[in-house]
Nanobody, 123 residues
């Protein structure tokens, strides 16, 4: 299982970016997909998740600004990030696990990880 994350970049505060996580070779719709991020000097933290049944979950810090969704035609999951803040600056990782995940906020329940994509928000 190979995950490919893309879409990071440099944006000014208040701007938007869309991250994409693509899966090769298997139908992504059968996986729970999570987004996590790690800022310099900090531990990796949960951002958002979309379950096997397409329920969505968000960290309080991004609720109302970020939206996770599936693009089944592209076998991908997108994370639309609006109203970005400097504190959103981090390396963003997508992760996946088949079926439902016992605790979607915990990275240890995801077996497959993408390589990470850098998001930098300038003030």
């Amino acid at each position: 299982v190979q995950l490919q994350a893309s879409g990071g970049g440099l944006v000014q505060a208040g701007g938007s970016l869309r991250l994409s996580c693509a899966l090769s070779g298997r139908p992504f719709s059968r996986y729970t997909v999570g987004w996590f991020r790690q800022a310099p000097g900090k531990e990796r933290e949960f951002v958002s998740s979309i379950s096997y049944g397409s329920s969505t979950y968000y960290a309080d810090s991004v609720k109302g600004r970020f939206t996770v969704s599936r693009d089944n035609a592209k076998n991908a999951v997108n994370l639309q990030m609006n109203s970005l803040k400097p504190e959103d600056t981090a390396v963003y990782y997508c992760a996946a696990d088949p079926g439902y995940v016992r605790n979607y906020r915990s990275e240890r329940f995801y077996d497959y990880w993408g390589q990470g994509t850098q998001v930098t928000v300038s003030s």
